[in-house]
Nanobody
Framework: QVPLVESGGGLVQPGGSLRLSCAASGSIVSSANMGWYRQAPGNQREVVATITRGGSTNYADTVKGRFTISRDNAKNTVYLQMNSLKPEDTAVYYC??????????WGQGTQVTVSS
């Protein structure tokens, strides 16, 4: 299995910012399509943002204009910059790596709580 380790979550005020990191082993970030997903209590896991091996990005409508996904191949790390956070963004955020040959791999998740 492929290890993915998320970090950077925490408690922030509405309107604040957080930057999530996903540290991967080997050359996972450069070799796989990467993504961030989130799951709130009682809800299904949903896609937040994705970035392909070629660098193309896509975002859920709920986060467009506020979140930015990026990768640093040298550090084998993907990031999710989250700005203008809302209480509705509260969830556990998961890093995902998808390989054509091997399927999906997931991190353990990091909690993001947006509350005043």
């Amino acid at each position: 299995q492929v290890p993915l380790v998320e970090s950077g979550g925490g408690l922030v005020q509405p309107g604040g910012s957080l930057r999530l990191s996903c540290a991967a082993s080997g050359s996972i970030v450069s070799s796989a399509n990467m993504g961030w997903y989130r799951q709130a209590p009682g809800n299904q896991r949903e896609v937040v943002a994705t970035i392909t091996r070629g660098g193309s990005t896509n975002y859920a409508d709920t986060v467009k204009g506020r979140f930015t996904i990026s990768r640093d191949n040298a550090k084998n790390t993907v990031y999710l910059q989250m700005n203008s956070l809302k209480p509705e963004d509260t969830a556990v955020y998961y890093c995902n790596a998808r390989f054509v040959a091997f399927g999906n791999y997931w991190g353990q998740g990091t909690q993001v709580t947006v509350s005043s």
